[in-house]
Nanobody, 115 residues
Framework: QVQLVESGGGLVQPGGSLRLSCAAS????????INWYRQAPGKQRELVASIASGGITNYLDSVKGRFIISRDDAKKKAYLQMNSLQPEDTAVYLC?????????WGQGTQVTVSS
């Protein structure tokens, strides 16, 4: 069983930055595939960034060059560094880990980009 807790969301002006964290409990964190999703009101949940156990990353086209996903397996944490934030990035951001035929979700953290 894995429990995930996100933090780091908040209100930021356009062009600003935030760093989201996802803290995990449980074992074998290093073997999990980690995803960051986001869901805006009235929109479908979308995959923002992923990082495999070997460190290979993948990004949604609209965040490439602005967001960076990373992981610290020793601390059982994942991060999403978000730069040059725009109003369209406003959403609840959720951490998801997948492995051993199971998928776990955090409760999400709100990111609001507004002047």
């Amino acid at each position: 069983q894995v429990q995930l807790v996100e933090s780091g969301g908040g209100l930021v002006q356009p062009g600003g930055s935030l760093r989201l964290s996802c803290a995990a409990s449980g074992s074998f964190f290093s073997r999990y595939f980690i995803n960051w999703y986001r869901q805006a009101p009235g929109k479908q949940r979308e995959l923002v960034a992923s990082i495999a156990s070997g460190g290979i990353t993948n990004y949604l086209d609209s965040v490439k060059g602005r967001f960076i996903i990373s992981r610290d397996d020793a601390k059982k944490k994942a991060y999403l560094q978000m730069n040059s934030l725009q109003p369209e990035d406003t959403a609840v951001y959720l951490c998801n880990v997948v492995g051993f035929n199971k998928s776990y979700w955090g409760q999400g953290t709100q990111v609001t980009v507004s002047s």
